[in-house]
T-cell receptor, first 114, second 117 residues
Framework: AQSVTQLDSQVPVFEEAPVELRCNYSSSVSVYLFWYVQYPNQGLQLLLKYLSGSTLVKGINGFEAEFNKSQTSFHLRKPSVHISDTAEYFCAVSLNTGGFKTIFGAGTRLFVKA | GAVVSQHPSWVICKSGTSVKIECRSLDFQATTMFWYRQFPKQSLMLMATSNEGSKATYEQGVEKDKFLINHASLTLSTLTVTSAHPEDSSFYIC?????????????FGSGTRLTVV
């Protein structure tokens, strides 16, 4: 079975500071990895994805993530956050076989303070 | 880019009534659509996977008779919450996988806030 663990439920950070949101996963089969952002009362927007190839993935809004197979991690980073980055962030894994189900982590609330 | 329209965005209904939520792929054909439920400050829980023209596959613990899913065309899937009760109040979100695409990240609808009173 697959699972996703987001180690921090909330991350407060000051504007223009760097941030890292942590994600670890477990799976017995090959998976794809994703980060999504959700603003209040809205659906999810894809930030970035890792399918294969380079382990450093760049996404929208200045975010990037690094896939580390040995540590089964896929941490999300941004060098300088803005107030508008305040949102809920979900790490997800998706099977590349069968029904292509996506399993989400519990989410991390990023709160950017002025 | 791919767009998924979900309707309504919010709905209030009386206990015991049924509510239908629509999920439409606007500019692509969706072979597979997924329905999720999200409680406040919690993650998304997959309820079911629906494939066009076939019966939906429900996750363990999800009542198929209560949450009816229909995927009658490649652009439309519906979720009907039957005999709704206050505990069914939640945020429901659909997502769609484009026909012929491998797993590049799905497109999500904007969600439906259901409140049962």
């Amino acid at each position: 079975a697959q699972s996703v663990t987001q180690l921090d439920s909330q991350v407060p950070v000051f504007e223009e500071a760097p941030v890292e949101l942590r994600c670890n996963y477990s799976s017995s089969v090959s998976v794809y990895l994703f980060w999504y952002v959700q603003y209040p009362n809205q659906g999810l927007q894809l930030l970035l994805k890792y399918l294969s190839g380079s382990t450093l993935v760049k996404g929208i809004n200045g975010f990037e993530a690094e896939f580390n197979k040995s540590q089964t991690s896929f941490h999300l980073r941004k060098p300088s956050v803005h107030i508008s980055d305040t949102a809920e962030y979900f790490c997800a894994v998706s099977l590349n076989t069968g029904g292509f189900k996506t399993i989400f982590g519990a989410g991390t609330r990023l709160f950017v303070k002025a | 880019g791919a767009v998924v329209s979900q309707h309504p965005s919010w709905v209030i209904c009386k206990s015991g009534t049924s509510v239908k939520i629509e999920c439409r792929s606007l500019d692509f054909q969706a072979t597979t659509m997924f329905w999720y439920r999200q409680f406040p400050k919690q993650s998304l829980m997959l309820m079911a996977t629906s494939n066009e023209g076939s019966k939906a596959t429900y996750e363990q613990g999800v009542e198929k008779d209560k949450f009816l899913i229909n995927h009658a065309s490649l652009t439309l899937s519906t979720l009907t919450v039957t005999s709704a009760h206050p505990e069914d109040s939640s945020f429901y979100i659909c997502s769609a996988r484009e026909f012929g695409q491998t797993n590049y990240g799905y497109t999500f609808g904007s969600g439906t806030r259901l409140t049962v009173v």
